[in-house]
């Protein structure tokens, strides 16, 4: 068992910034690959940016990519997600999960937090 807890949401203006944090407890951290989602209302959660157990390779969507970065510490298990020029459409809750290999798809993701609000006001 993982337990993942999101944290550093909130309200913020277009083209400002947040960080979000996600702390794991449980089984070692270091074993899995770390992924955030979102899901806006209506709308089907989507994948966002993971990382490697190591952080040697990220992966991003292309709808984030150059404006966010997701890095990790594994001393102290926690991930992040670094958000930049922020838009509107970036608005939705925010989730990090972890699996044993890299995917995609979020069917496929065994641990999730309780996801953390992300407004992004025009």
């Known amino acids: 068992q993982v337990q993942l807890v999101e944290s550093g949401g909130g309200l913020v203006q277009a083209g400002g910034s947040l960080r979000l944090s996600c702390a794991a407890s449980?089984?070692?951290?270091?074993?899995?690959?770390m992924a955030w989602f979102r899901q806006a209302p209506e709308k089907e959660r989507e994948f966002v940016a993971a990382?490697?157990?190591?952080?040697?390779?990220?992966v991003y969507a292309d709808s984030v990519k150059g404006r966010f970065t997701i890095s990790r510490d594994n001393a102290k298990n926690t991930g992040y997600l670094q958000m930049n020029s922020l838009k509107p459409e970036d608005t939705a809750v925010y989730y990090c999960?972890?699996?044993?290999?890299?995917?995609?798809?979020?069917?496929?993701?065994?641990?999730w937090g309780q996801g953390t609000q992300v407004t992004v006001s025009s």
């Open positions: 999960a972890v699996h044993g290999q890299y995917s995609l798809r979020a069917t496929l993701y065994d641990y």
């Open positions: 990382i490697a157990r190591s952080g040697g390779v990220t």
């Open positions: 449980g089984r070692t951290f270091s074993r899995y690959v």
